[in-house]
């Protein structure tokens, strides 16, 4: 099991920066990646920014240039740094994570989500 806790959310201004982080714990040596998705009350979660476990990045095109992902040294911690807030923003920020384990012959993966962190911007 993997337990996954977010901080940092809160309330900014169009144009603020906020940087939210996240800590997994557990079952932490099989991560193949760690990220952000966000969700808005009654639309579907969509992807933020994800890490693969080569430092490698993927975001969403409505962030590509204001937010940066990021890990810590330990690579149990990830960061989302986010720059130039807009109202849009505006959501439940989850933090993910993807492991990979050999169960007999086959390898399996299993997805981690944290509780949720509010972002809100106003404009």
């Known amino acids: 099991q993997v337990q996954l806790v977010e901080s940092g959310g809160g309330l900014v201004q169009a144009g603020e920066s906020l940087r939210v982080s996240c800590v997994a714990s557990?079952?932490?040596?099989?991560?193949?990646?760690m990220g952000w998705y966000r969700q808005v009350a009654g639309k579907q979660r969509e992807l933020v920014a994800i890490i693969e476990d080569d430092g490698s990045t993927n975001y969403a095109d409505s962030v590509q240039g204001r937010f940066t992902i990021s890990r810590g040294s330990a690579k149990n911690t990830v960061y989302l740094q986010m720059d130039s807030l807009k109202s849009e923003d505006t959501a439940v920020y989850y933090c993910?994570?993807?492991?990979?384990?050999?169960?007999?012959?086959?390898?399996?993966?299993?997805?981690?989500w944290g509780q949720g962190t509010q972002v809100t911007v106003s404009s």
């Open positions: 557990g079952s932490i040596f099989s991560m193949k990646m």
């Open positions: 993910y994570s993807q492991h990979e384990a050999w169960v007999g012959n086959s390898l399996a993966s299993h997805d981690y």
